[in-house]
């Protein structure tokens, strides 16, 4: 991706600035969506995930990874537990790999996997005054603390409320049937939210350090390499697959990767994208520690900041650690935080 600088009249610098300083929303529809029913669903989707399932109440959700035996990333997962149902908010094409792997372990429990992607419209609003301006519309989702979801009425309609702080900010889901999209953006545009494009919602996520399943980390990372480990992953719950690698690798305290970010120092946004860089320990290069996922250009205010998302050994991983971009042109120097 070409990204503008800000002299160039970056087009999404004002939806870029809206997430930092007001409110911008995403249409993030396609994003998966798998619905589970059935009286056994918590202790089922328990029994795969690295986060508390069986005991999550009506309105509370989690951050969970769905892992192999080996303890390696199968589906980062969000997971909202509503009146009779489960939900699991992921990636784009997650379901793929997720309901297949769900539903060879299904044997006589009471449980329905349904793919319910296409049957929803679904919004992401961020920035510090998104509850402020979802307020404006109904007094109730003012109040929405992190980690909570609840109904709410928007353009005569019923809307679930899903609060997921990802880019650091005040962050909610907003899930609608089909037939009454066009009013939820109309109330949304209404309060004072502007819309965002995908250039916008890569930079928020990876200034955020916010990453993606197939973009940032895959099906051989382990779990605690994406290092969302207190948020997403439960050391008290009981068995699951691939808790066995899992609690060993808690035991002897670390992985041998992290995901990081990187910022460059003396920036050039005219250098372009630097996504998959290798990244090395020395201006020689001669050890080669990690490489970059995920990479923007930032049109902050003061000034842009190049900043990517980064697989980084172990050892090269703390805050200020200095480390070295190999590209065609030589090597850039960046700062680890």
């Known amino acids: 991706m ?9 087009p999404w610098r004002e939806e870029f600035l809206a997430g930092l300083n007001s409110a911008v929303y995403f249409d993030v529809s396609s994003r998966d969506e798998l619905t589970l029913k059935g009286r056994d669903r918590h202790a089922f989707l328990h029994g795969f995930c690295t986060n508390e399932i069986k005991n999550l109440p009506v309105g509370n959700s989690c951050e969970a990874f769905a892992t192999n035996i080996k303890g390696k990333v199968l589906a980062h997962v969000f997971v909202f537990a509503e009146t009779g149902r489960l939900i699991l908010d ?25 793919p319910t992607t296409q049957q929803r419209r679904l919004f992401f609003l961020t920035g510090p005054e998104v509850l402020r301006m979802l307020g404006r519309i109904t007094p109730t989702a003012e109040t929405l603390a992190p980690g909570t979801s609840r109904a709410i009425s928007m353009d ?9 702080d990802w880019m650091k900010e005040q962050g909610i889901l907003l899930s609608t049937e089909i037939r009454g999209a066009e009013g939820i953006v109309q109330c949304l545009q209404s309060a004072g939210a502007i819309p965002g494009s995908p250039p916008a919602w890569h930079a928020l996520r990876i200034r955020a350090r916010f990453p993606l399943f197939g973009t940032d980390f895959t099906e051989e990372t382990l779990a605690q390499e994406v290092d969302r480990t207190a948020d997403a992953i439960s050391f008290r719950k009981g ?3 691939g808790q066995e690698p899992i609690a060993r690798i808690d035991a002897l305290g670390h992985v041998n990767r992290l ?3 990187v910022e460059l120092r003396n ?7 630097f996504t998959g860089a290798e990244i090395v320990s020395t201006p020689d290069g001669q050890k080669e520690i ?6 923007a250009w930032l049109p902050e205010e003061a000034k842009p900041r190049g900043v990517g998302l980064a697989m980084l050994r172990r050892e090269f991983s703390a805050t200020g650690q200095t480390v070295y971009l190999r590209l065609p042109s030589g090597y850039r120097e960046a700062n680890v935080f």
Not at 2 to 10: F, K, L, P, V, Y
Not at 156 to 164: E, F, I, K, Y
Not at 290 to 295: P, W
């Open 267 to 273: 920036p050039d946004p005219a250098m372009g994208d």
């Open 290 to 295: 990690g490489t970059v996922t995920s990479f």
């Open 2 to 10: 070409n990204h503008a600088t800000e002299s160039d009249a970056c």
């Open 156 to 164: 005569n309609q019923t809307v679930h409320a899903r609060r997921v």
């Open 90 to 114: 992921s990636v784009p094409g997650a379901n793929e790999v997720l309901v297949p792997h769900l539903d060879r372990y299904l044997i006589t429990e009471d449980v329905q996997l349904l």
């Open 239 to 241: 068995c699951y697959l």
């Open 259 to 261: 995901l990081r970010s």
